[in-house]
């Protein structure tokens, strides 16, 4: 029995999905991460240049003009370090979501006990469930990864006149790890 519904995503899932595949590469990545480990030395770094520096200020206070100036850019260096991966990603998610490309078109998607059928104007896709590997949720979207670090989207919204036959189909996912 196949079951069908349409939809059309907005910007908003695109940054939901992001969030999704980064809260799934930290859960598999772990705690001691080597990006983990190198945030952790990069800013006790920062600290004790900064001591180092509060220090020098301190006991030379007849540089402490030239030493301020450099302070300041110093501290607007450090927010455009910290500022830059938002703005990145902001940058990246106005290049990657066309208005007429695929994430944003209406999209049809037909769910049957083999397989996930998704129709847009961009195409067709015939997805087995078998290539599916893993399933995650959030208040808004179902998220069903066919990789680590992408996923087909579906609005709970969508599915909810075939939540029944969804749970059945996607019964095996709820427990799969990516």
């Not at 240049?49 to 302070?71: D, Q, T």
């Not at 990657?96 to 049957?112: C, E, H, R």
């Not at 919204?157 to 749970?167: G, R």
């Amino acid at each position: 029995m196949n079951m069908t519904t349409s939809f059309t995503l907005v910007p908003a899932d695109f940054v939901r999905l992001q969030k999704m595949v980064s809260r799934h590469w930290h859960q598999k990545a772990g705690m001691l991460s080597w990006p983990f480990l190198l945030r952790v030395v990069v800013w006790l770094c920062i600290g004790l240049a900064g001591a180092s520096y509060a220090r020098l200020m301190r006991e030379f206070p007849e540089i402490s003009r030239p030493l301020g100036v450099v302070a300041c850019l110093l501290v607007v260096a450090l927010i455009a370090v910290v500022t830059m991966p938002y703005l990145s990603q902001a940058s990246m998610r106005k290049l990657m979501l066309l208005p007429d490309g695929a994430f944003l078109s209406p999209q049809t998607v037909t769910l049957s006990s083999d397989a996930i059928r998704v129709a847009s104007v961009r195409g067709d896709t015939i997805l087995p469930w078998s290539g599916v590997l893993a399933l995650a949720e959030d208040d808004v979207n179902y998220y069903l990864f066919i990789d680590a670090m992408q996923a087909l989207v579906l609005p709970r919204a969508a599915i909810a006149p075939m939540a029944a036959e969804f749970e059945q189909f996607t019964r095996r996912l709820r427990a799969s790890a990516i």
